[in-house]
């Protein structure tokens, strides 16, 4: 299933000293995971931001492991050629370095991921050396985590202050000295995530974090305005679904309830021959 992929973790890397950009988004299911992959990105998160755009929590805290094993199943059956890349989701990775490659080893196992990516910086690090250890490939997440969000005090930008900004810093060191093989950097300055970028060997991939990143990754929900409600400030929309949506429901309720679908050409013949014979 996975051994015939183009986009290796070896390949991200050299992405970095070609000075080629990496691209990346999310997806939960076959389909949009096939879009994308045709389209040629470079690596499909199955983010645990599932939780928010498909499962309709309101945060990524209440997502689980069969959650993300069931979702990344479905995104590695579309991605052809395209890295995939499963969240570890809240808890299974923070309680203890056995849990963490233990929850690490299942979602590679049971999706056919090449890759798992968990937040934070160095209070984790025990966490992403044991599973690196392992054999597996590890994304970090710094900046705006959003497991966090209660501890941060919310959705807001991070590393604005010295303090936060170095601590950002070193995290990313100490991620790369561990084994990461790339680093998501969430809401965080342009300059921070430049100075990072310059600072480090492995790729970065922002989402709010500037263009000196060496990648981007958006939510595809957002990319493609399936809301339209609140977009977040870094969020471009690229097309905005949700009307289109809406108005494709609503001629199909209005065809339905007078009677316009199904029409001839979506209906199946049977013989009056038969239908005679019928009582
Ligand atoms: O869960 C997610 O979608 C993410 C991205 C925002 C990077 O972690």
Redesign the pocket.
Known sequence: MSGNRQITTTVIQQRKIEGKTITML?AYDFSMAKFLNDAGIDML?V????GNVVLGYDS?LPVTMEDMIHHGKAVCRGAKQAMVVV?MPFMSYQVSTEQAVTNAGRIMKETGAQAV?L?GGREIVSAVKAIVNAGIPVVG?LGLT?QSVHSLGGFKVQGKEEKSAQKLLDDAKILEENGAFAV?L?CVPALLAQKVTQAIGIPT?G?GAGVHCDGQ?L?TNDLLGLYPGFSPKFAKRYANLHVQVAQAVAEYKKEVETRVFPSVEHSFKISDEVLEKLY
């Open positions: 999310t998160l983010g645990d931001s599932l990524t969240d990516k937040e997440h959003p998501v969430e991939i989402i990754v939510v």
